[in-house]
């Protein structure tokens, strides 16, 4: 890793300079870009005496066919992320893009796979394990540990637990670099003030911040709505958060066989708890993108991707993040997330290579100096063309960002069921009688569908189909 280890330096010293860069200017970004930039773009200059593989890895002049509806090479020559620059400039190799528009790219890829056209690295998406791997467009990566770096100074150790809760049929075909896109409550403490209501980010760290809590405080706030006005508990995407937030999962898999857990009793108090917060007129069910500005909702929840543009609508509120609410009877905190991964195809002839580059982003995820880079080019603000702040992120609301993905702090969650295909997790057009179960378990309770009168009626509608896709991907192992 010597090697290695000086071009990190290198690479550290020429993006603190870009990073300088940036901040100087205003940043004109495109409209679809509501979410802080991306944290690894920098202009890296190739050295010529570190071309050559590490770990006994030799993959260089080696080009590598990455199908995917975004490309990871630069949009020109200044901003390289800092594993592509790795992946380059220490290994040798490239990377080739093909596009596949994003509705696209599954049928693409089947396509691709089938008549033998060359490629051999995907997105990672929930419908990977083990909807992907039986129909045959994934290879396991277990062969290419040595190419991962698994064995190499600690460098996965805190996501091997991670890493282990994808294994399928004794295979790991999903290895994650890093945890992602946790699911956050944001609230204004000016808010919790004028309220009198405790802080939530102060609860978490207390271990204090639980649904009991979450439901007092929702309910105290809409109680407290001056004459003539409505108020809301929360607005936002979280029915799979209060499942997740259990540790507890719809489908159990015990390394050999899935099993239907729907009938689990923390599962059905999580669904009465959304039964709960409906009944009681908390959920404000409008599409908003954002912390409501009109201060009529306490909470909002959503990815920590919209938490910039929050900040943006909300200049003088005063917002602040903290997980979603841990459970009472949770042993600790459940985190509902999603994982930065990349998938291995079936077919390609370049394992080792694509291994490598999953090695390159997890370096680039985990070396200090580039978690400091990552950090100043976060905070810097986005700004229309016209000058206007479009969004932000705070140093204290970053750290706290960062303290929610820590493995050694929090359990991220998976649940196999959101990999089964369609019946299980489609979206069907977001209506009852076309969307996947996943989706139905996580909405219908909380928007009040006219199908749905109690968590009893949703559960016996639906645990007949979870039964069908049990004993289907149990017969394909």
Known sequence: MNKLKRVLAGLAAVSLF????????????????????????????????????????????????????????????????????????????????????????????????????????????????????????????????????????????DMSDVIDMFEYNGQHYVVPFDVSDPLVITYSRKMMEEEGLDDPYELYLDGKWDWNKFMEMMESFVSGAPEGTTRYGINGWFGQAIIQSTGHTVINYDGTKFENNIDDPQIEKAELLMQDIASKHLYQPEWIGYFPDTHNTLFFAMGDWALGTSNAKNPDSDLMVVPFPKSPDADRNYLCCNYAAKMLVRNS??????????????????????????????????????????????????????????????????????????????????????????????????????????????RDSWTGVIDEEVKRFNEMR
Not at 31 to 46: G, I, L, M, R
Not at 124 to 146: I, R, S, T
Not at 374 to 379: D, P
Request: glycine content about 6%.
């Open 18 to 157: 870009a990073v300088s860069a940036v901040s100087c200017q205003s940043k004109e970004t495109s409209e679809n870009n509501s979410h802080y930039k991306e944290e690894d773009e920098f202009t890296v200059p190739a050295d010529e005496a570190e071309l050559n593989g590490q770990s006994g890895v030799d993959i260089s002049g080696q080009e590598i066919v990455w199908l995917a509806d975004y490309d990871i090479n630069p949009t020109n020559n200044n901003d390289r992320s800092v594993a592509l620059s790795l992946f380059e400039d220490v290994y040798g190799a490239k990377v080739k893009f093909v596009l596949a528009d994003s509705n696209e790219k599954f049928t693409k890829l089947a396509a691709m796979i089938l008549s033998g056209d060359e490629v051999d690295m995907f997105p990672y998406e929930w419908d990977a394990v083990p909807n992907g791997v039986v129909k045959e467009q994934y290879e396991a990566l277990d062969p290419y540990f040595g190419a991962l770096g698994m064995e190499e100074d600690g460098l996965w150790d």
């Open 349 to 458: 002839t370049k394992g080792e290579a694509v291994a490598t580059y999953i090695k390159c982003e997890r370096v680039a995820a985990t070396q200090e100096e580039y978690r400091k880079i990552a950090k100043q080019k976060a905070l810097v603000e986005e700004k229309t063309a016209a000058g206007k702040t479009k969004s932000f992120v705070t140093e204290e609301q970053y750290d706290a960002l960062k303290t929610f993905l820590d493995p050694s702090k929090v359990t991220p969650m998976f649940d196999f069921a959101y990999g089964m295909g369609d019946r299980m997790n489609g979206d069907g057009d977001y209506t009852y009688e076309t969307r996947g179960v996943m989706n139905n378990l996580t909405q219908a309770l909380l928007e009040g569908d006219s199908h749905v009168d109690s968590w009893a009626t949703l």
